[in-house]
Structures are given as C-alpha cells and as structure tokens.
C-alpha cells in the first residue's frame, strides 16, 4: 500500500481530508499485515502504519443489509463479466455506497463494476475528487 511506502503522502493526505473514513472490512485486511509477514521487521513496521494511519480515521461500521447488498454487488459484477471482486470488496462496495463515499483504491475495476466512484491516488494524483 502506498502509505505504508511512503508515511508522510499519507499523513498529508489525512491532515487535508478530515472526514476521511475506512470500514470495519478494510481494517480488518489491514490487521492481517500485523499477524502474516514471516519477519518480524515488517510486523513491526505493519503495526506502526496500521497505529498511525488506520486507527487515526474513523472505522465506518457494516449494518446486517450490507452483507445482502455486498453479495449483491459481487454477483452482479461477476456475472456482468466486469471484474471478480471478493467478498470484502463487497463489504466495502456496500457500505461506501450506504454512507454515499468515494472509494480510494488502486483495484478501481473492482469498485468501478459495483458501481462505487472511486478515485486512485496512484493514477490520478493531482486531482482529488470531490466529496
């Protein structure tokens, strides 16, 4: 992930964004990053992105209708041939779509094919999208 490369993109990224969410899902994806690298090095370095820049936005929650709407969402990108989200995807799909967010991501064919806006920093840097 490219705050973890690189702390200070992201630390200015938060301080000009205020509002900026994650979902219960993606923290979740992260903290994996905590437990799953052989090293020790990189755990330590994961725990530290995850202390600084994770747990420093809000956690946006997932409702029982999210997991329905996620199955949704996948489904209907797979079966319309435009990408293969996971179900995490979906999770997040959903609950970007309920709090009405744009999603960043650099896997925007994913949240593209279940119809979220989303915006890659990586492609797109110097224009932010509006919220």
């Not at 990408?83 to 999770?91: C, E, I, T, V, W």
């Amino acid at each position: 992930m490219e705050g973890e490369r690189n702390p200070a993109w992201l630390a200015d990224l938060l301080e000009e964004l205020p509002d900026a969410a994650t979902c219960l899902i993606a923290a979740g994806e992260f903290a994996v990053g905590l437990h799953a690298p052989a090293r020790k090095a990189t755990r330590d370095r994961a725990r530290e992105f995850f202390v600084r820049s994770i747990q420093a936005v809000a956690w946006l929650p997932h409702l029982p209708d999210d997991f329905m709407e996620a199955a949704r969402l996948v489904g209907e990108a797979i079966r319309s041939s435009q990408a293969k989200p996971s179900f995490a995807d979906g999770l997040i799909a959903a609950c970007a779509q309920r709090e009405d967010r744009i999603v960043w991501t650099t896997d925007d064919a994913h949240f593209s094919a279940m119809g979220c806006r989303t915006y890659n920093p990586l492609k797109q840097p110097s224009r932010r999208p509006a919220p």
